[in-house]
């Protein structure tokens, strides 16, 4: 038996605290009656209020934290001021008190040790872990060169720790948000419109006549201001299309549900395309004064008839003209959603490149009901030397892949690997902020990365799985507890949201402002951290921008008038589009140029082996990915997944609703825990449906230990984008095993 040099250790009780007690758990579920008691608590005692916003998920609502006497978190509520939540927060949002009041958190630094030949953790002084970090970050420099330093981050945390690792000398940096979710959209709609999609995204959803969803899961991934818009939209009369093989939240506000057969959206795309162009009801002045290529999409989607998808995606081709009569009766008011988590079968730039021509085609770029011309305030960066040039970075990392926009999570990994990519070599990692373990697919050559690394140091506020191949832990404290960089997103109009500490770190946590600043010091980079504390950045900034600590308090949100023009097209003045031609670019002679299809197309996917379908996965309202399991409001909510099995399969199978199963994939890997089957009409015979982010496998975390599947566990065959790297991993398969196959057998 083979013991490996860094060996998984689920954390033990050092650092770490037992079960929460349940009476502090928000019962959000019983909302009237708790907020009775709520309303007679805060009567009865004055709480003090503090501008933040939001960490628990990415779009970053605007809010006020509550606190009492004695510092402790009591409450959160929406800033009204704030474009991105309207002063309503979601339960994510509200049950952000969880992260505070999560008594199994981490709460002092470790470190890897080994005891009577067994590895272990053990309680660390701050002075202790970050001399042992600073001393590896420079052995690494010295032995390799700073980029074999590298950083996988996510979420506002890793802009502190981006900032350290460019003063060290290294831009080998990279975040699962790219590579892992919404890479391919933006890479298409840059080539298309020469403009990223962004977050927020700019979707006019409260003005939209037709709204289209395509594997969009609006209502369920809680993108809060889009949720609102969307309700309102529906309120307004809006005709709602959604494409999705399970009846989701979404599809069941919809006119129209298209349960298209997986993996075949191209095929629709380009026959709505079709159907357009040939019944001459696309915006014809729109595409002749903005766009290229028409004649060459013209002539390419001719022979894509809804009889020709209704072969591949057993969506009828009355459904197909109706539902794209639909929009153009809508246009220019119509969008067809570029999706987020859009990292599917390895095709993704493409499939996005069709929604965003379709929405070229109904004129709906730039246009009232359609995608506006987003907007943000540039923060100005505090004063600090210039950045010394790295080597090498994530480009040449990435430079399989020519549109590769951001660093490529999955080609820092391989590189991590001896052999894999010997010109860029890539021996040691900081994590912030991301749980590898749940956000990374292929988890096998993951762990064998993290098994070659020479260092591994992780952040975080949970013992998350990733912490348990770290060799040093580094405990953050909540993002009620610190005082953060300033948000500053696109969207109608600028704004700017401060992140105020409501309270003081519990225990020994501490601001990863304090971390980069602290690790930068003994790094010898003190000329980057030219203050004393992130407070002085931050006022400094707010003056820069016109405003003051004192104002921000009170206001938490300010708003500054548009610089760039109207939010929608003046039709009577040229338009210049940022692609290298200043049109829409519906043929992409930049594709072409690379050796790529220069217009999408359709291509056949895998399809299940007999006996398995394929595994689908999305999002929770209650939940971000892994990041809140464990979270004792969120749980009160919802405490595991339930794989959603159609009823023929149910019957094929003898599955009962709440019956107890496993997993296996095509790959013969067998889910740790079980899951409890869901029998429903909501999904098609062909796939299996769960939530993400569930299945953990660390009795540590208490709340969230065995609940359920983990979905990544699952996801062993990857399909990468050839454009621009991503991981498409929708083409997987599960069968059903109705018997413990983890039980052994007794004798």
């Known amino acids: ?61 605007a809010a006020w934290a509550y606190s009492d006497d004695a510092g402790n978190i009591q409450k959160i509520i929406g800033n009204d001021d704030d474009p991105h939540c309207n002063g309503r927060l979601c339960p994510r949002g509200t049950g952000g008190v969880g992260m505070y009041t999560d008594t199994d958190r981490l709460k002092t630094p470790l470190i890897r040790t080994t005891i009577n030949g067994e590895q272990t953790y053990r309680e660390a002084s701050w002075e202790e872990a970050l001399n042992l970090v600073a001393s590896k970050f420079k052995g690494i420099k010295d032995t390799y060169g700073p980029e074999s330093l590298a950083l996988l981050k996510h979420g506002t945390p890793g802009s502190h720790f981006e900032h350290l690792f460019k003063a060290f000398g290294s831009d080998t940096i990279a975040e699962p948000a790219f590579a892992q979710c919404r890479g391919p959209r933006e890479t298409a709609f840059g080539l298309t419109y020469g403009s990223w999609v962004g977050s927020p995204e700019p979707t006019d959803i409260r003005d939209t006549k037709c709204l289209v969803l395509i594997g969009s899961h609006i209502g369920e991934n809680m993108h809060n201001s889009q949720v609102q818009e969307m309700s309102d939209a529906i309120d307004n009369g809006a005709t709602i299309i959604t494409v999705d093989p399970r009846f989701s939240t979404a599809a069941s506000k919809s006119q129209h549900w298209l349960a298209i057969k997986p993996a075949t959206d191209i095929a629709l795309l380009l026959s709505w395309m079709h159907v357009l162009i040939e019944e001459d009801i696309y915006d014809k002045d729109y595409v002749e004064k903005y766009a290229l290529g028409f004649d060459e999409l013209k002539a390419h989607v001719k022979q894509f008839t809804p009889e020709w998808a209704y072969g591949i995606t057993t969506i009828k081709p009355e459904v197909i003209r109706k539902t794209a009569r639909a929009m153009a009766n809508a246009a220019p008011s ?156 696109t969207n109608r109009e600028p704004s700017v949201a401060v992140r105020f500490a409501a309270t003081k770190p519990k225990y020994e946590t501490k601001p990863a402002a304090w971390i980069a600043k602290e690790l930068g010091t003994r790094l010898g980079l003190d000329e980057y951290f030219d203050y004393n504390d992130y407070d002085e950045v931050i006022d400094w900034q707010l003056k820069e921008l016109g405003t003051s600590r004192e104002e921000m308090e009170k206001i938490g949100v300010k708003k500054y008038p548009r610089t760039s023009g109207s939010m929608y097209m003046n ?35 895998p399809e299940a082996p007999q006996g398995f379908y394929r595994l689908n996965y999305g999002r929770s309202p209650m939940h971000t990915f892994s990041r809140t399991s464990n979270n004792p409001n969120l749980t009160d909510l919802k405490s595991e997944n339930k794989l959603w099995v159609n009823p023929r399969v149910s019957r094929i199978l003898d599955l009962k609703t709440n019956q107890e199963v496993w997993l296996k994939n095509q790959d013969g890997i067998i889910s740790d825990f079980a899951i409890k089957v869901r029998v429903t009409e909501r999904v098609r015979w062909d796939s299996v449906y769960l939530v993400h982010g569930f299945g953990v496998n660390n009795k540590k975390l208490t709340r969230a230990f065995g609940k359920g599947i983990d979905d990544t566990q699952m996801i062993s065959n990857i399909f990468i984008d050839p454009i621009m790297g991503g991981t498409g991993m929708r083409g997987n398969f599960v069968t059903i095993l109705k018997d413990n196959p983890h039980k052994t057998s007794e004798i």
Not at 344 to 364: C, F, H, M, P, V
Not at 406 to 415: A, D, F, P, Q, Y
Not at 465 to 488: F, H, K, M
Not at 580 to 594: A, D, P, V
Request: aromatic residues 10%.
């Open 334 to 489: 119509v969008i067809v959603h570029p999706g987020r988590h859009v990292v599917w079968y390895g095709d993704d730039t493409q499939r996005e490149r069709a929604i965003a021509i379709l929405n070229g085609l109904l004129g709906s770029w730039g246009r009232k009901g359609g995608f506006y011309f987003k907007e943000k305030k540039s923060v100005p960066k505090f004063p600090h030397p210039p950045y010394p040039h790295p080597k090498w970075d994530w480009r040449d990392i990435g430079k399989a892949y020519p549109l590769a926009q951001m660093g490529l999570t999955n080609e820092v990994i391989r590189s991590s690997i001896p052999n894999e990519n010997p010109e860029y070599p890539v021996k040691a990692w900081m994590v912030a902020g991301t749980n590898l373990i749940k956000s990374i697919p292929d988890t096998k050559q993951l762990k064998e990365a993290i098994e070659a690394l020479e260092f591994l140091v992780v952040v975080d506020t949970m013992p998350m799985d990733i912490t348990g191949y770290a060799d040093v832990i580094l405990p953050e404290c909540t993002y009620l507890e610190r005082s953060d960089v300033l948000r500053s997103s």
């Open 1 to 61: 038996m083979t013991t490996s040099r860094r060996k998984f250790i689920k954390i033990s009780a050092l650092g770490l605290g037992g079960i929460a007690a349940s009476a502090s758990a928000l019962n959000l579920v019983g909302g009237k009656s708790y907020l009775n008691e709520l309303v007679a608590q805060n009567i009865a005692k004055k709480l003090k209020k503090t501008a933040t916003y939001c960490e628990v998920c990415f779009w970053k609502c």
């Open 571 to 605: 039709e009577n003045e040229v338009y210049q589009f940022g692609t290298n031609s200043g049109k829409i670019e519906l043929y992409s002679r930049e594709l072409e140029n690379l050796g790529f299809d220069p217009l999408p197309k359709y291509k056949v996917h």
